[in-house]
């Protein structure tokens, strides 16, 4: 089999599994092409939601064949005319692949790749992170919605959900139950090859560095600091424990975006609570982070959070996490121990939550054998299986 993929651009979660894919496809005698709409996330480009320039601290094209069909764009795409697939037509006929792998529809390049392969009687298989109750629609506006699906849908013989709530969401728009397989939302682990040990140091070296006492909860958020995100809610939430109790805690804020000189403002009226402003921090930065704190919440508002990865990476450094309804991992990660989904927007629920969690045990491993399944190992070999299979 040569598989094509298209994706809209190189994006730091999904290169690791690509690099997968192309090894399991190799011991398959099988062929991978990643095809791109754009680069910009690779040549260095100014994120509108973190209110910074990003250049990523990883290769995002090594390990897999790629090609670019909008190269050397320095501006982030807005909106769905902003990529279009250029020389595509031309790429199918050249590469003849046996079936088409497109992550993400919300470019017109990526439909009017799919209607190319369509066209060329090429099989598409669709892998996208959509679901029906990431935000609030209400009338036609979810009728229009629902149809437009529908017919795009029509374009695909065979779906890879990245979760529940998606496959929900594929089988409501019209991909058959049996032709949708199960690969998760992963990240790469860049906690794996670090002993127990060296974890507890890395621990207690970032606390002292950050001036965290011992004794102190650590509560971690992980994130552009937006309102879709909804960062201050801890805050609120927090204020209302008694500052005997917001003594023993400390948050982290690992991230940057429009709110940081609100949220900073509510934490200097908190003088009893250890608040620390981390900002933006690479990929490779961010396990210390992770391995000093004591549990990550995540308090999204409903406004897009169709799976929040950074329950992943909390998970596999054995953090317990706190997160709201709108955060559609917690469909699939809500029953584990020591996790807990409250309402949006509740700040007493919130504190209600962290009170539970105030000197819970940290344990590095305590979701080890539940990450497994969610690796990009696993998921890549699920993808490849399963399109070989379709």
């Given at each position: 089999m040569k598989l094509l993929v298209l994706a809209s651009h190189p994006v730091q979660y999904h290169a690791p599994v690509f690099r997968c894919m192309a090894q399991e496809l190799a011991a398959r005698g099988d062929e991978l092409l990643v095809v791109y709409l754009s680069d910009f996330s690779i040549q260095g480009y100014r994120d509108r939601e973190f209110g910074q320039s990003i250049a990523w601290d990883e290769p995002l094209l090594n390990g897999y064949r790629s090609v670019v069909l909008n190269p050397n764009q320095t501006k982030q795409p807005k909106g769905f005319w902003s990529l279009r697939a250029t020389g595509f037509p031309a790429l199918l006929r050249q590469e003849k692949p046996d079936r088409l792998l497109i992550h993400s529809l919300i470019y017109k390049g990526a439909v009017t790749a799919a209607i190319s392969a369509k066209f060329r009687k090429i099989p598409c298989s669709l892998r996208v992170e959509t679901n029906d109750q990431a935000v609030p629609r209400q009338g036609w506006k979810s009728l229009v919605r629902s149809l437009v699906y529908r017919l795009l849908y029509g374009l695909f013989d065979s779906a890879v959900a990245i979760g529940s709530l998606n496959r929900e969401h594929?089988?409501?728009?019209?991909?058959?139950?049996?032709?949708?397989?199960?690969?998760?939302?992963?990240?790469?682990?860049?906690?794996?090859?670090?002993?127990?040990?060296?974890?507890?140091?890395?621990?207690?070296?970032?606390?002292?560095?950050?001036?965290?006492?011992?004794?102190?909860?650590?509560?971690?958020?992980?994130?552009?600091?937006?309102?879709?995100?909804?960062?201050?809610?801890?805050?609120?939430?927090?204020?209302?424990?008694?500052?005997?109790?917001?003594?023993?805690?400390?948050?982290?804020?690992?991230?940057?975006?429009?709110?940081?000189?609100?949220?900073?403002?509510?934490?200097?009226?908190?003088?009893?609570?250890?608040?620390?402003?981390?900002?933006?921090?690479?990929?490779?930065?961010?396990?210390?982070?992770?391995?000093?704190?004591?549990?990550?919440?995540?308090?999204?508002?409903?406004?897009?959070?169709?799976?929040?990865?950074?329950?992943n990476e909390g998970l596999q450094a054995g953090l317990p996490f706190i997160a709201t309804e709108a955060v559609g991992s917690t469909v699939d990660f809500g029953e584990l121990p020591a996790v807990q989904t409250i309402p949006i927007g509740d700040a007493t629920a919130l504190a209600t939550a962290i009170q539970q969690v105030m000197g819970i045990d940290r344990q590095f491993d305590r979701y080890a054998t539940t990450m497994e399944h969610f690796s990009t190992e696993t998921v890549a070999r699920v993808i490849v299986e399963s399109l070989a299979n379709f």
């Open positions: 594929l089988i409501r728009h019209g991909i058959p139950a049996r032709r949708i397989a199960m690969a998760y939302y992963c990240v790469p682990d860049r906690f794996a090859d670090l002993s127990p040990e060296k974890k507890q140091t890395i621990r207690a070296k970032t606390r002292a560095a950050l001036w965290l006492n011992p004794e102190r909860t650590v509560l971690l958020f992980s994130g552009k600091l937006i309102p879709k995100k909804n960062p201050g809610l801890i805050l609120q939430a927090i204020a209302q424990l008694p500052p005997a109790l917001q003594a023993q805690l400390a948050v982290l804020y690992l991230g940057a975006g429009e709110l940081q000189p609100q949220l900073e403002a509510q934490a200097e009226t908190m003088p009893d609570l250890a608040v620390k402003f981390l900002g933006f921090r690479n990929q490779q930065e961010l396990p210390p982070f992770y391995l000093a704190a004591d549990v990550l919440i995540l308090p999204s508002n409903r406004a897009g959070e169709t799976w929040g990865l950074v329950i």
